[in-house]
């Protein structure tokens, strides 16, 4: 805690408050700002890290991408999410924000411990194939939810 000249606590307030407690950031109320959130306009910088002996390996753009991901899941109250990120489906621990091992998707096969699922927007640059989804067989879930659960995660 820094204090200020007069001895009182200059960077939490003198009730150890932090600024959101005291009225939000900008003034925007807490519930703007987790609105905000869910739409992806606010963004925590905090960043997303792979899980040691996950055997994944992504570029520091992609940790960003799923940085933002976890943020707008978090915000949506999901807390274990499958993404599809550049064609490779791994397992996110919003939580601790850590990519915890790749998802093998087999028909027929199904995906517990997961309560969202999106599929990443493409990198910067790239373009998009225009599709967003899961193929049908590959969950073993039907589409309706599979629908459900990214729009969910993604605030939609």
């Keep these: 805690m820094l204090s200020g000249g007069d ?13 959101l ?3 939000g950031v900008g003034g925007a109320s807490f519930a703007e700002l987790l609105g905000k959130a869910r739409d992806g306009q606010v963004h925590s910088e905090l960043p997303v890290q792979v899980s040691p002996g996950s055997g994944i390996d992504l570029s520091p753009e992609q940790l960003e991408r799923l940085a933002q991901i976890a943020d707008r899941a978090e915000a949506s109250g999901a807390s274990r999410v499958l ?9 996110l621990d919003v939580g601790v924000r850590q990519v915890t091992g790749a998802a093998e998707l087999t028909p027929g096969e199904i995906v517990g411990g997961i309560d969202a ?9 790239t373009q998009s194939a225009g599709t967003i989804g899961v193929p049908n067989a590959t969950l073993g879930m039907n589409s309706s939810l599979i629908d ?3 729009r969910a995660a993604i605030g939609g």
Excluded: H, K, M, Y
Excluded at 7 to 19: D, N, Q, V
Excluded at 83 to 91: G, L, S, Y
């Design 83 to 91: 993404v599809n990120i550049d064609d490779t489906w791994v397992r």
């Design 7 to 19: 001895g009182r606590a200059a960077a939490t307030g003198a009730l150890g408050r932090s600024p």
């Design 148 to 150: 459900a659960l990214e």
């Design 21 to 23: 407690t005291q009225g």
């Design 117 to 125: 699922v999106v599929t990443a927007p493409p990198a910067p640059g």
